[in-house]
């Protein structure tokens, strides 16, 4: 993705993830409680390598609406304007079994979301949001540099699955 964040969509993408982490922190602490919005972030974050496709489109989409939303907020709140855009960042690239696996978690993830409540509605769409904006920067994206990694692993593994490779 060629889109850089602004400091003011930044602002927006940030907040989000604040109130999300908020939420688990003053909550129980348990890892079930943070699985929706963690999972809407990995899931937003490699929708940013779909380059040409239309998770890529979604994530560009995002990024953009998320410069004129912050833009608005911080000179509405602030009184500030201006702010610039944020060094650009790549988590690195998939392979085409790593692209196979990112649609499948697509789909899963829809499913997911079809049997969430309410609540974990409100997480996912938070982590999504989250990962679609702040990877398109450079220090969210080297912290997000297992993604790919992630996701090609996967790929390979079905792959080799599938071609009798491994022995279940």
């Known amino acids: 993705m060629n889109t850089a964040l602004t400091l003011g969509g930044a602002a927006v993408s940030v907040a989000v993830l604040i109130i999300n982490v908020r939420s688990w922190w003053k909550g129980n602490r348990e890892l079930k409680a ?39 907020a911080v000179t509405g709140a602030t009184g500030a304007t201006g702010g610039g855009t944020l060094a650009h960042g790549s988590m690195g690239a998939l392979t085409y079994p790593g692209a196979c696996a990112v649609l499948i978690a697509a789909v899963i993830g829809g499913i997911a979301w079809k049997a969430a409540g309410k609540t974990d509605k409100k997480r996912m769409l938070g982590g999504v949001l989250s990962g679609l904006t702040l990877c398109a920067t450079a220090g969210f994206a080297q912290i997000m540099q297992w993604v790919p990694d992630l996701y090609n692993a996967l790929g390979d593994s079905a792959v080799n699955v599938l071609n009798g490779a491994v022995a279940l």
């Open 34 to 72: 943070a699985i929706p919005f963690g999972g809407g972030l990995v899931t937003g974050a490699s929708w940013t390598l779909c380059l040409g496709g239309l998770f890529g489109w979604v994530a560009l989409q995002a990024v953009e609406a998320g410069n004129k939303v912050g833009g608005k």
